[in-house]
């Protein structure tokens, strides 16, 4: 069984900074494409970004310039870093990665942007 463990989030006012990561509790598992999701309260949850296993990247366009999704083989491990934080982003923060024919997701993490 492959377990998503996600830390980091917080509060953080609106202009601040934080990361999140996502570790892969089985480190043979080959992760083929990444991603961190949100979902707000009263909200659908939403794709925020993405990463394929050759590292061509995607964004949703009301994070484009300020996430930046990436990855440590070694430690497999799936990171998302925020950057010019707005209350908008204020979110469940989940990770999913899909490989060895499964998808699976972290247990999530609260992101608070908030003055």
């Known amino acids: 069984q492959v377990q998503l463990v996600e830390s980091g989030g917080g509060s953080v006012q609106p202009g601040g900074s934080l990361g999140l990561s996502c570790a892969v509790s089985?480190?043979?598992?080959?992760?083929?494409?990444m991603g961190w999701h949100r979902q707000a309260p009263g909200k659908q949850r939403e794709l925020v970004a993405s990463?394929?296993?050759?590292?061509?990247?995607n964004y949703a366009d009301s994070v484009k310039g300020r996430f930046t999704i990436s990855r440590d083989n070694a430690k497999n491990t799936v990171y998302l870093h925020m950057n010019n934080l707005k209350p908008e982003d204020t979110a469940v923060y989940y990770c999913?990665?899909?490989?060895?024919?499964?998808?699976?997701w972290g247990q999530g993490t609260q992101v608070t942007v908030s003055s």
């Open positions: 089985r480190s043979e598992f080959r992760i083929i494409r």
């Open positions: 990463m394929t296993s050759d590292g061509s990247t």
């Open positions: 999913k990665v899909v490989g060895n024919g499964a998808g699976y």
